[in-house]
């Protein structure tokens, strides 16, 4: 393959990070339980799910060490890049998008059978569509909040609602370093008003009702390894604390809907992606078919 500045225009994988099954027989290796796949369901959500191995971090590490650069040549392609996304200078909350475009190797974690075959389970056997990437990186000491949010709040641009969230630590992720934390159940809410996402850890708070804000008494901490994932339900309630540790939290996002998604608006749906008009399939260069019935 000749060199592609712009990794969008490819919807396949191009390094030799992961290989894709050929049969129905090597699928099976990556398939969720039923025990899974019914405590998503019920739950909202379903962690420790193995995605990467040692060698695939040291290379999504290193690729992240490169473009963490404002200055790398391809930081045009970014959709979003906040080297500090926190209203609070003394905690750092590193936030990007579209990382995908610039890396090899951040292209093709996409592609990863784990990941699509997981999400084809869970979005209900229905062909998986990508919608789009996030880094979220907290340094050692003084890293920042994410603000108790469900991610579909900030997607309604985007209907119907069968999206789907996959976060996986590039390091150890625990209490101490700002790992990620759920209300069990929070799923069943129907959709909240959007807070700040780095801003008031609770601001949250200002549109729930009292039964609601007593259930974050049963707060769940997705304490995960690296290389492992988990995966929630559009309408979590999902949240992390700052990182005062000696051990930085570096993890990506990846967000993907049921193909059959449309658009919700005539505006920009990322920055720099022309339009998809009212009504019609989100479909396309940006928003490319990873995994269809097999």
């Not at 990070?17 to 969720?32: G, I, M, T």
Request: charged share 25%; net charge negative; with cysteine.
């Amino acid at each position: 393959m000749g060199e592609v500045e712009d990794l969008a225009e490819v919807h396949h994988l191009i390094s030799d990070l992961f290989s894709w099954p050929k049969s129905k027989e090597e699928w099976k290796q990556y398939k969720l339980t039923d025990e899974q796949i019914n405590h998503f369901h019920e739950e909202g959500y379903v962690s420790g799910i193995n995605l990467l191995n040692d060698h695939q971090i040291n290379v999504l590490r290193k690729e992240l060490d490169e473009i963490l650069d404002p200055n790398h040549p391809l930081h045009h392609l970014f959709y979003e890049f906040h080297s500090n996304e926190s209203e609070d200078p003394n905690a750092v909350l590193f936030h990007s998008l579209g990382h995908w475009r610039i890396t090899r190797g951040f292209h093709d974690v996409l592609y990863n059978p784990a990941f699509v075959m997981a999400a084809h389970q869970l979005l209900e056997q229905k062909p998986v569509r990508f919608w789009h990437d996030q880094l979220f990186c907290k340094p050692a000491k003084h890293g920042g909040v994410v603000a108790w949010h469900q991610d579909y709040s900030y997607w309604t641009r985007t209907i119907a609602m069968q999206h789907l969230t996959c976060w996986t630590g590039l390091d150890d992720a625990s209490t101490e370093n700002g790992c990620l934390h759920y209300i069990p159940k929070s799923h069943k809410w129907g959709l909240l008003n959007a807070p700040s996402l780095a801003g008031d850890m609770n601001g949250l708070m200002n549109y729930l009702n009292e039964d609601q804000k007593e259930q974050f008494k049963k707060s769940i901490a997705i304490e995960l390894k690296k290389g492992y994932a988990t995966f929630h339900h559009p309408l979590m309630v999902h949240g992390s604390y700052e990182n005062k540790s000696n051990r930085s939290r570096r993890a990506f996002v990846l967000n993907v809907f049921a193909d059959g998604t449309v658009s919700n608006t005539n505006d920009e749906l990322l920055k720099g992606v022309p339009p998809v008009p009212k009504g019609e399939k989100m479909e396309g260069k940006f928003f490319p078919l990873l995994f269809e019935n097999n």
